[in-house]
């Protein structure tokens, strides 16, 4: 790393080993979990395009469609099988490597700042820059473990080799230019909150400008590190001079993030907070004042960054109208014609939609674990604050922003929809769909709870492990052809598929009943147990 003396990275060995002990088990997972996603998807297309006129019967029919290339990639990659599959793919694994390489750099930076163990870690023989220097090291080490396990997956599926080494190493470039930006990140803000909120909003951006890039012209896709991974074409071409492009950025962004570390205070960032008022507002002396002032800027990011993606998806929409109408032979396939291609499309998106909003909604929820972890809670309670109206307060803010987020995420998707179709009844239409979705996101909120109250340990394990499988099923599980009892924990199997689905009030009552089930739970466990 440019601009660090080397005295300043004294300990990094003996850190990092630390480290790689701490973080074993959640990076097997990760690995295990991205190679995992590339042989399913790889076993599933073999057997389903098992002939070369069934591929050129879907490179005609998908190629044709800009809202399937939005969600997929490039239509170069329809060549033969191996660009399928990347096609199908590539995309969610570039947004799990990207988020497992986010979490592991910002706890191992600003978390650890923040909570004092770097600190700690610090008073020991440890230069100034070897929990930087450590945390991007550590991040090298598990995206070149997820290209070994994507490529030797691949290739043990029967793909070719040197388009499964290329996948691999396309998804560790994507890992690596995030990676550096969260560690970047970490020296620019002084709390985790708002480094995983530019890093998200980051990744965001990046999906966007991919599909925006691969629906128009493709310059688009060229400022995107998604787009630069999937512009290698495994398969389909085998390019890996685009991999220049992540290795110059992360190098970049990697002595960026340097620079500021030596030239910052530590426990600070380079944009510090505010001052705030010297006195504290009414509103602020409440409970759920206190949650809504550590709340906000959450809620306001996530409402920001879904919006954007839901009126992308609505702007998709007239699109599958027009696929269906020049493919007569698909339309023949749907019950009620082109108007079922786009309620199966709008349920989709705001199945999507949906799933964001239960993560920001378990994020959120979480955020009461991160406080009493922390020992801030302490300091309320300790007010003469009752410990289960402090809870409350953070529940209703993530109950409350994971519906704000939904809502307002359909009325983007309905706008943008009817902006192009000249409907504005359309908006209407997709808000009241989207409150359909409504209890699985309270379900899956409901499951994070329940866990900080029963299971406080692994609560965060529990949440983000059922959030990850709800994503699975909801949004590979027709890809994967996963049997229908694996599906049905997922709160979205029992909920009508609106605007899709005739919307009947069983399998809602039911999911309804178990969140409250789930969040009373999570209450009743906080009450009988001790704080920390």
Do not use: K
Request: glycine letters at 10%.
């Amino acid at each position: 790393m440019s601009g660090i003396r080397s005295v300043d990275v004294i300990g990094f060995r003996t850190l990092l080993r630390f480290h790689l002990r701490r973080e074993l088990v959640a990076l097997i997972c990760w690995v295990g979990g991205t190679a995992a996603l590339i042989g399913v998807q790889s076993v599933a297309s073999q057997s389903f395009y098992d002939t070369p006129e069934e591929l050129a019967a879907l490179r005609e029919t998908i190629g044709a469609n800009p809202a399937v290339l939005a969600f997929a990639g490039p239509v170069e990659l329809l060549e033969n099988i191996g660009g399928e599959i990347v096609f199908e793919v590539f995309g969610y694994a570039a947004v799990v490597v990207a988020l497992m390489s986010m979490l592991l750099v910002g706890r191992l930076t600003r978390t650890d700042e923040e909570t004092g163990r770097t600190e700690l870690i610090r008073s020991a023989r440890v230069g100034r820059a070897a929990p930087v220097a450590t945390a991007l090291a550590l991040a090298g080490v598990a995206n070149l473990a997820v290209a070994v396990a994507v490529a030797v997956t691949a290739i043990a599926t029967g793909l070719p080799v040197g388009g499964s080494v290329l996948t691999g190493v396309a998804l560790a470039g994507v890992g690596c230019v995030f990676a550096a930006f969260t560690a970047l990140a970490a020296q620019v803000f002084d709390n985790p909150r708002s480094v995983y909120g530019a890093t998200t909003a980051a990744l965001g951006l990046a999906y966007l400008l991919r599909a925006v890039g691969d629906v128009g012209n493709g310059v688009a896709s060229w400022i995107s590190p998604i787009g630069w991974a999937q512009r290698t074409l495994p398969y389909a071409g085998d390019r890996w001079w685009p991999l220049v492009l992540p290795l110059v950025a992360t190098a970049v962004t990697v002595v960026a993030a340097g620079f500021v570390s030596e030239h910052r205070d530590f426990g600070a960032g380079l944009l510090g907070d505010r001052p705030g008022r010297a006195g504290a507002s009414r509103f602020l002396r409440s409970t759920t004042g206190l949650a809504w002032r550590l709340h906000r800027g959450s809620i306001l990011a996530w409402t920001v960054g879904v919006l954007v993606l839901a009126a992308a998806y609505g702007s998709f929409a007239d699109a599958v109208v027009e696929f269906v109408a020049e493919n007569p032979d698909i339309a023949a396939f749907l019950p009620g014609g082109a108007a079922d291609a786009v309620n199966s499309y709008l349920a989709l998106t705001l199945t999507i939609t949906a799933l964001l909003a239960a993560a920001h909604g378990v994020n959120g929820a979480l955020r009461a674990r991160r406080e009493e972890t922390s020992d801030r809670v302490e300091l309320v309670v300790a007010a003469r604050t009752d410990r289960l109206a402090w809870f409350a307060g953070h529940v209703a803010m993530a109950v409350g922003g994971a519906t704000v987020v939904m809502l307002i995420g359909a009325a983007g998707e309905g706008l943008a929809h009817a902006l192009a179709s000249d409907d504005p009844g359309l908006i209407p239409r997709l808000v009241a769909a989207s409150t359909v979705y409504l209890p699985g996101i309270w379900l899956m909120v409901g499951v994070a709870v329940a866990g900080m109250g029963l299971l406080p340990r692994l609560a965060a394990a529990l949440a983000w492990t059922y959030v990850a499988y709800c994503v699975v099923t909801e949004v590979l599980g027709e890809s994967f052809r996963l049997p229908d009892r694996m599906l049905l924990a997922s709160p979205f199997r029992h909920l009508p598929q609106a605007p899709l689905d005739a919307v009947t009030p069983g399998g809602i009552i039911v999911v309804t009943l178990c969140a409250v089930i789930a969040l009373a739970a999570g209450f009743v466990g906080l009450s009988r147990r001790d704080l920390g």
